[in-house]
């Protein structure tokens, strides 16, 4: 059985949103970051890199990385959908998830959230805040601006699709009014069985 591991409000609520899609037995291991258990000896030993997510394979192994996970379990869950045939066409699923996970996530969301994880003066903390917030509502309009008239930033329901969503739930957590498209399209996620499971506690 996968073993994975998830701190509630970060971006590993992607992860368990794909892990109620494809429908994989799991067991969930709740991380509190809050308490720095991510930095505790027993989380260390199976992901040296001290952060979530993580995924404990049925062999042990340990498969860290937002897009390295989402990948490998779309992959080995075809029957689910949620990776589209083709190289160009999954070279467009990853290229979303980096610019997400990597630009909008990284460099937006990290320093609106927790400037403090970078400096300690007040006043340079409120102007990493206010950087942070620009670089994520610009990197939203992009993503909103993707997604045309579908309901799905690439057309059709997939991993891609994960990660925006953790990404909106942190947007208004923030008070920040998604563009219109995001707005739906949150709305829409809301109303799907396996995110309902994965917000359930």
């Given at each position: 059985?996968?073993?994975?591991?998830?701190?509630?409000?970060?971006?590993?609520l992607g992860i368990r949103v794909i892990l109620e899609e494809i429908g994989a037995p799991y067991k969930l291991h709740r991380i509190d970051l809050a308490k720095g258990e991510q930095r505790g000896d027993?989380?260390?030993?199976?992901?040296?890199?001290?952060?979530?997510?993580?995924l404990r394979l049925s062999d042990g192994a340990c498969l860290t990385e937002?897009?390295?996970?989402?990948?490998?379990?779309?992959?080995?869950?075809?029957?689910a959908g949620l990776l589209p045939a083709g190289p160009e066409a999954q070279a467009r699923v990853m290229e979303a998830l980096d610019f997400m996970v990597g630009s909008v996530h990284m460099r937006g969301f990290t320093l609106a959230l927790v400037p403090g994880k970078f400096v300690t003066d007040p006043?340079?903390?409120?102007e990493l805040r206010a950087h942070g917030l620009s670089v994520a509502s610009d990197g939203l309009a992009h993503l909103a601006d993707r997604?045309?008239?579908?309901?799905?930033?690439?057309?059709?329901?997939?991993?891609?699709?994960?990660?925006?969503?953790?990404?909106?739930?942190?947007?208004?957590?923030?008070?920040?009014?998604?563009?219109?498209?995001?707005?739906?399209?949150?709305?829409?996620?809301?109303?799907?069985?396996?995110?309902?499971?994965?917000?359930?506690?």
């Open positions: 059985m996968l073993g994975f591991f998830h701190a509630p409000g970060s971006c590993s027993a989380f260390r030993a199976l992901n040296p890199k001290g952060k979530v997510p993580a937002f897009q390295a996970i989402a990948f490998w379990l779309a992959q080995s869950h075809p029957q006043k340079a903390q409120e997604m045309g008239e579908g309901d799905w930033l690439l057309g059709a329901y997939g991993i891609a699709d994960a990660a925006l969503f953790y990404l909106t739930c942190w947007a208004g957590h923030l008070g920040m009014e998604l563009p219109a498209p995001l707005a739906e399209f949150h709305q829409c996620m809301l109303a799907r069985p396996a995110v309902q499971r994965a917000l359930a506690d």
